[in-house]
C-alpha cells in the first residue's frame, strides 16, 4: 500500500497533530506527513512538527489581500508539497471556496460535538448550555459551509452532572486523539466512499464508533 500524504493544518497547540504523529510512528497508519502548515507564526504544533523533521510553513495572513488570496496561495503550497489529503488539526480558519474546489472531498476536519449539534466555535460549551446528556466528536469532510460536511464518523461522550467546559473538553479530546488517525487509516485504505451526504466506510455496519468506557 502507498503510503497517503497528509497536509496538516493547524492553529494551536496540534495536539491532534501530535495522535497522528504518534499513529504513524506506531505503525497504525499507512500514511506520512508531507508538511505541517499555520496561519500562526508561534503555533505549539510547528514545534511538534519541528521536533520530528517534518517540514513546516507559516503563511501569514497579513501578507495578503483577501482571505480568497490567502487561500489560494495555501492550496499552492499544498500542491507543491504532493500532499493526497488536507486535514484540519484545529486550524482557526473557514476555508472559501476558491481552496476547497482544488480539493473536492480531500478536505477533512474534527470538531468536538456530534453534528449536526453545536457546529462552529465552543462546541462542549454549546452542550453543556443546551443541557446534552451525550455529546463527542465528529469527523466530516469539508464543505464551504461551517461545520456542514459529509460525516464520517463519530465518537460519543457522556456529559457528566459535575462536568465544566474544561473537563468535558478533556474527555472529549481523548476521544477525537483516537478517532482522528482511525479515520485517515480508513481513506488510508480505500475504504471511505461518499453518495451525497452519505458516507460508507466498508467493513463497517455503522458509521458511529463508540466507546462504552466513555458512559
Known sequence: MNLLKLAVLVSGRGSNLQAIID????GDLSATISVVI??????LALNRAREENIPTVFLDPKNFFCREDYDLALAEKIKEYEA?????AGFMRVLSPSFLDKFPLKVINIHPALL??????????QALEYGVKVTGCTVHFVDQGVDTGPIIAQRAVSV????????LAERILREEHKLYPQVIQWIAEGRVKVTGRIVRVSGMNQGTVTDSSCY
Open 23 to 26: 499513529g504513524i510512528k506506531k
Open 38 to 43: 499555520s496561519n500562526c507564526q508561534n503555533a
Open 84 to 88: 493526497d489529503l488536507v486535514v484540519l
Open 116 to 125: 449536526p449539534s453545536f457546529p462552529g466555535t465552543h462546541g462542549q460549551k
Open 160 to 167: 457528566h452532572d459535575d462536568d465544566t467546559e474544561k473537563s
